[in-house]
């Protein structure tokens, strides 16, 4: 009996097409999310856009912040040790607490008694930054002694830069040791620096397993109120305890500036709609009234060795103060994402820890490791590295060498960046040395762009973002089959090809990095490693795809791989089936 669907009831039937428009209404709702005012799909980095809600974690050394700032951004974004002083830079990353989307920002562990840096200190740093550190920056100079009471300044100073823009304030301290005095002044510090309007919320940390109702807890809650911020909210980072009251209280802030800022965005998308339905009918000779930007964010790492100059060039291409910069090696620790636009194009600026050789890596704790582990990642999701070197050394070191080929190596664009050559007599001859090291001891050296700069003074940062952009643009290159095949057979005929090879034709199998394949029969013998460079030489050259690795890959068979092949077909495939039934049959 054959079978047959069932008939629907007029009830079913409406609950079945309520559910269809409900789901219909979801995804409408879902793809709209991706798209701009005007009904066109966002770009990448537009989808990426932060929340407009900022949360500003502070607190002294070692409470926890970047603990509870890794929970809620869901990965270990932050580096966690149990050294004080380990978070410096402010990291700002896209968090999730339950359903509330919010952007928080982790700072360091700040001094209140830590005020601006004096007019003195400002000339030391300033002369200090001259002195250079010695091979793959190992010690620390004697013009660096007793600069730890100006990195606390400076610390404190990209604190209070955070706390400007922040929208809440959530200020920690140490359930276990209690508040101290110097709690109180950092209450003062925080209020005094926030908006009138900003809520500054008091989170207790490190009170797992802590009962609300019990004497400690009373003892703590007196203990915060003189504080002035209010009802103390019991947390434990490490645990997840306590987000839960911390969910009620972030989420009618964050739905009250989310909704005005969708009122901001409907208001925008109702006065550009009369701009494009005039530009629509424009013709061939007034183009489009809106042309398309480049769909993908710039993910662009700057990494180096230490003290080469990599956060000076941040905050110089920024032309702000971003990041930490100090005379000392060593100062960066974490991977600092900044979102940035130039020239109408999205940039998602990394700032990176340098990287030493392994044997002269500090081995008695492993925040060193960490800052390198975090490295590492940054270049495994850039599109594009800017490999920073010290022109004052005179030489390319092993270190950077070792940087840049892995770079190469993992298909990335990469350019480099020649910092410090105001302080330089012999300009030229120095740059051309270090550019034609380069060239001679990495594969495919002599195609990365280098830009010579002094990232203090600002002389030359100009060239570099259009060079990482061009870099950035052949990184993704797609040349067409035709044009390319046409070209091949040009060179084939002014240099042919080695006796064991026959090529038949050549296509672009990915990008990023341009990746070709050639396709031929093999004569005898392996493909020379000579021919495939000299191959992707001169794709190179006829294309301009420079600041970028360029493969080159050559698939060919022998005449017994082409037999062995055909056995394979589909149709001799189901022949043999055939066979295999006919047999079985007659068994």
Not at 158 to 165: C, F, G, H, K, M
Not at 198 to 215: A, F, M, Q, R
Not at 423 to 429: R, T, V
Not at 532 to 548: K, P, Q, W
């Amino acid at each position: 009996m054959r079978w047959t669907r069932p008939s629907l009831s007029s009830s079913h039937r409406s609950i079945k097409l309520i559910r269809c428009g409900i789901i219909r209404a979801r995804l409408v709702t879902t793809l709209n999310a991706f798209k701009r005012p005007d009904g066109r799909p966002r770009s990448a980095a537009a989808q990426r856009t932060l929340p407009p809600f900022r949360l500003v974690l502070v607190g002294q050394p070692n409470v926890g912040k970047s603990t509870l700032f890794n929970r809620l951004v869901g990965r270990a974004a932050a580096i966690v040790n149990a050294e004080p002083g380990t978070t410096r830079d402010c990291r700002t990353e896209e968090a999730q607490l339950f359903d509330l989307r919010f952007t928080l920002v982790d700072t360091g562990g700040v001094d209140p008694m830590a005020g601006g840096l004096s007019t003195e200190e400002r000339d030391a740093l300033q002369r200090s930054e001259a002195g250079t550190d010695s091979g793959d920056g190992g010690g620390v100079n004697v013009a660096y002694q007793g600069m730890s009471g100006v990195l606390s300044r400076l610390i404190t100073r990209q604190s209070e830069l955070a706390l400007a823009d922040a929208d809440a304030v959530l200020m920690m301290v140490d359930g276990r040791e209690g508040v101290n005095t110097v709690d109180t002044e950092l209450s003062r510090w925080v209020r005094r620096r926030v908006e009138p309007e900003t809520p500054v919320y008091l989170g207790v940390n490190k009170c797992e397993g802590i009962d609300e109702e019990s004497d400690a807890w009373m003892d703590i809650q007196s203990q915060c109120y003189a504080l002035g911020l209010g009802d103390p909210l019991a947390l434990s980072a490490a645990h997840g305890e306590g987000l839960q009251t911390l969910f009620h209280l972030l989420a009618p802030s964050v739905d009250a500036l989310q909704a005005q800022h969708d009122e901001v965005a409907a208001q925008y998308a109702q006065s550009l709609a009369p701009t494009i339905l005039r530009g629509g009918g424009g013709g061939e000779e007034g183009g489009a009234a809106i042309e398309t930007p480049t769909d993908e964010a710039l993910n662009l790492a700057i990494i180096g060795r230490p003290n080469v100059g990599k956060s000076t060039l941040i905050n110089s291409l920024l032309d702000e103060e971003r990041v930490l910069v100090a005379p000392m090696p060593g100062v960066t620790r974490d991977a600092v994402t900044t979102e940035w636009t130039y020239d109408g194009r999205p940039v998602r600026l990394v700032d990176t820890a340098g990287v030493r050789r392994k044997g002269r890596m500090d081995h008695s704790t492993v925040l060193e490791h960490e800052s390198s582990l975090q490295t590492a990642e940054s270049l495994k999701f850039a599109h594009v590295v800017v490999l920073v070197v010290d022109a004052m050394l005179g030489h390319v070191p092993r270190q950077d060498l070792t940087l840049a080929a892995e770079a190469l190596e993992q298909g990335r664009g990469l350019i480099v960046v020649i910092n410090k050559c105001d302080l330089l007599e012999k300009k030229l001859e120095a740059i051309t040395g270090i550019t034609q090291t380069m060239a001679e001891l990495l594969p495919q050296g002599g195609n990365i762009p280098s830009v010579a700069i002094s990232a203090k003074d600002g002389d030359g940062v100009s060239s570099v973002m259009p060079t990482a952009l061009r870099s950035f643009d052949s990184w993704r290159t797609r040349v067409s089959t035709n044009h390319l095949n046409g070209f091949f057979r040009a060179l084939l005929q002014q240099h042919p090809p080695p006796r064991e090879l026959k090529p038949k034709f050549i296509t672009q199998s990915r990008t990023r990095p341009p990746t070709f394949t050639v396709f031929g029969k093999r004569g005898g013998g392996e493909v020379s490693e000579s021919f495939s460079r000299f191959v992707a030489e001169a794709i190179r050259s006829e294309f301009d795809l420079h600041g970028t690795p360029v493969r080159v890959f050559f698939r060919v068979r022998t005449q017994e791989g082409r037999a062995h092949a055909k056995r394979f077909t589909p149709g001799a495939q189901k022949k043999k089936a055939r066979a295999l039934r006919k047999r079985n049959k007659r068994c």
